[in-house]
């Protein structure tokens, strides 16, 4: 009842159109986050220099990426990976566009989500101005407006090597019960294997075309790994470099609101931001349940997101022996565990592989919370979260702690 109660209070407190704010409690130092490099992760051990070597391979994989795309990538001052060039603009007046216009920024794209009375503007940079400057300029001339880099969000798992099939893994038959509808913001996904058999695939992204990939794949079989689902796949990628980027994220969740999607699940992670930041809020606000991994940053890494905001179902990862993995973050953003190792998932080549990490941990806890809540509704969410954390299985302290939140969800699920 505490649980169900702090809750309530929580997203009572939230408006739809107030930006959310962190506990005070939580860090606010975001790192950027990347998926890990196999031959590196399998060196991870519990010796000194684990760490490091986390944070080691995050920064390499980032340092990469932007090389291979310096012309559409960059850092921004903490690191992250952003678009070049684009700024993300929300809290939009009557007089905000002549503002921007002065300062030489055109308007790219617009999206605005029904329902939920949010707009995301992607404003191009002049020619002249750095996106750094860019950005600090816009702050300055429009205080009360809510500007911020487009940020690029990367999976937070894993693809290990393809197993054999087992038979405790084959690819279910229709299910006879009623199927879950549940919502997936990913990469894209092989609908023709035959995890998804007796399913309903309903697609969003890349203009129609299905462009799939071995992360968006893995993490979708787990989501109807148990029984025929309506899964709502968004393709936030396309097998573009700048893929993952927040105002394709942001159109995907305005397409799950659309939808009504009640529960949707996000695999991905990155540091904050606060336009970002608006329209989860706004989400939760609305009685969805946004289900997303910590992060593979470490255990003393600082939060990442969308796990770290306010409303977000987090979860972390543990192995088949329910020891929370090396790589997985911990803090006050952990509310479930479930397993993400020793664990497998379908692959692209229509056979199974062995996957590792928070990011396929997190479908687990959102195929159990979308039969609880079939449509957007606050109650049905407080009533859904409160019941999983009564059946969590309890591995650290009494209560909540920070590395396995209320406990162990889907045990014996796998």
């Not at 991905?268 to 946004?290: F, Q, S, T, Y």
């Not at 022996?321 to 479930?338: C, D, S, Y």
Request: proline content about 6%; overall charge negative.
């Amino acid at each position: 009842m505490r649980f169900l109660l702090s809750m309530a209070a929580l997203v009572a407190a939230m408006t739809v159109e107030a930006q959310i704010r962190l506990p005070a409690q939580l860090p606010s130092l975001p790192l950027p986050a990347v998926q890990q490099n196999l031959g590196a992760l399998n060196a991870l051990n519990a010796n000194a220099g684990t760490l490091q070597t986390l944070s080691d391979v995050r920064r390499q994989a980032i340092s990469r990426l932007i090389r291979a795309n310096h012309r559409l990538i960059e850092a921004d001052p903490d690191g992250e990976p952003i678009v070049s060039g684009e700024i993300l603009a929300g809290a939009i007046d009557e007089e905000t566009p002549s503002r921007w216009a002065a300062l030489g920024f055109t308007v790219e794209h617009t999206e605005t989500v029904s329902g939920v009375n949010f707009r995301l503007v992607v404003l191009r940079v002049p020619e002249h101005l750095s996106t750094r400057k860019a950005l600090r300029e816009l702050r300055e001339a429009d205080p009360q407006g809510s500007y911020d880099y487009n940020h690029i969000y990367l999976a937070s798992g894993v693809d290990l090597t393809p197993v054999p099939v087992a038979e405790s893994i084959a690819p279910h038959e229709p299910s006879a019960s009623p199927r879950i509808r549940v919502g997936l913001v990913d990469a894209g996904l092989d609908d023709t294997h035959p995890a998804f058999r007796g399913s309903t695939i309903r697609s969003w992204g890349c203009a129609g075309k299905r462009l799939p990939s071995a992360h968006g794949t893995a993490v979708a079989s787990l989501l109807v790994a148990h029984g025929a689902a309506e899964l709502h796949a968004a393709d936030v990628y396309c097998g573009k470099p700048t893929g993952g980027s927040v105002n394709l994220i942001v159109a995907a969740l305005g397409w799950m609101a659309e939808e009504q999607v009640a529960v949707i699940n996000i695999s991905l992670v990155g540091p904050k931001n606060v336009l970002l930041e608006h329209i989860v809020g706004a989400l939760v606000a609305r009685g969805h349940l946004v289900v997303a991994a910590v992060g593979n940053d470490g255990p003393a890494a600082p939060p990442l997101y969308p796990a770290a905001y306010a409303g977000v179902v987090g979860v972390t990862a543990v192995d088949a022996h329910r020891r929370v993995l090396i790589e997985a973050e911990r803090g006050p953003q952990v509310m479930f565990a479930a397993q993400g190792a020793d664990l497998k998932a379908a692959d692209l080549a229509h056979g199974y592989a062995a996957v590792r990490g928070t990011s396929f941990a997190a479908p687990t806890v959102a195929a159990l919370l979308a039969p609880m809540v079939e449509a957007p509704d606050r109650q049905r969410s407080f009533d859904a979260l409160d019941t999983l954390a009564k059946q969590a299985v309890h591995l650290g302290s009494a209560g909540r702690d920070l590395t396995y939140g209320y406990g162990l969800v889907g045990a014996d699920s796998h």
